[in-house]
């Protein structure tokens, strides 16, 4: 792989899905991402599963692969969210409630 080219993706895309390896590749192409991997399932099928650039940013001497360990942020957010909504739909919270109704504690001081 040449060090100044970022454009090389690997890995598998189903038919129909192409659209997003050139998503995924373009923000490799753009800078946007060093390294990366991407992988999505539908319907309980591997419908992408994709990595590219670099591992190392400094030197661009070792390729991102289908190992490399990928640091993470924010993944919980989604899964909290979907916990929110199916509490609320069991009627267990309300969008509306103030938090002091289920945290009392909460409206201490003021709040």
């Given amino acids: 792989m040449d060090n100044d080219d970022n454009s090389h993706v690997y890995g598998y895309v189903a ?35 994709l990595y590219g650039g670099w591992k190392d940013t400094q030197t661009k ?27 609320v739909e069991r009627g267990w919270l309300d969008y509306d409630a103030r938090v002091s109704e289920c945290w009392p504690e909460f409206a201490c001081n003021g709040k």
């Fill in 61 to 87: 001497k070792e390729p991102y692969t289908s190992d490399t360990l990928q640091l993470v942020f924010s993944t919980s957010k989604g899964i909290f969210a979907a916990a929110i909504a199916l509490c």
């Fill in 15 to 49: 038919h129909g899905w192409e659209s997003i390896r050139s998503a995924f590749k373009q923000n490799l192409v753009d800078g946007l991402d060093i390294g990366a991997s991407l992988c999505i399932y539908y319907r309980e099928e591997c419908v992408i599963d």
